[in-house]
């Protein structure tokens, strides 16, 4: 059964970092894209970041570019996404998604498979 494990939420200040991290299990990474798709309280879902299986290829939204990598360690089946220079508005539950897509795909609904969320909280 396919799972996804999100870890490394929570409280910090304005500035600050996390590393956010995936475990999957029941598949391995290298045959899937994987990205982080966040929601935060009355707004629509947005697509943080995406990585191909296939070429290495990342996409990252605009709010968030130069801020957030996304990574991916294939012997641990473990997707990383490390966020600096924190804002308030990177508030939101953030969620590991999967998926297997002939290219890069940008668009968070066709992502198959989904964790469970982590928070995170920027605030001073």
């Known amino acids: 059964q396919l799972q996804l494990v999100e870890s490394g939420g929570g409280l910090v200040q304005p500035g600050g970092s996390l590393r956010l991290s995936c475990a999957a299990s029941g598949f391995t990474l290298d045959q899937y894209n994987m990205g982080w798709v966040r929601q935060a309280p009355g707004k629509e879902r947005e697509g943080v970041s995406y990585s191909s299986f296939r070429d290495g290829s990342t996409h990252y939204a605009d709010s968030v570019k130069g801020r957030f990598t996304i990574s991916r360690d294939n012997a641990k089946n473990t997707v990383y996404l490390q966020m600096n220079s924190l804002k308030p508005e990177d508030t939101a539950v953030y969620y590991c998604?999967?998926?297997?897509?002939?290219?890069?795909?940008?668009?968070?609904?066709?992502?198959?498979?989904w964790g469970q969320g982590t928070q995170v909280t920027v605030s001073s």
């Open positions: 998604v999967a998926g297997r897509h002939t290219s890069l795909v940008v668009n968070p609904e066709l992502y198959s498979y």
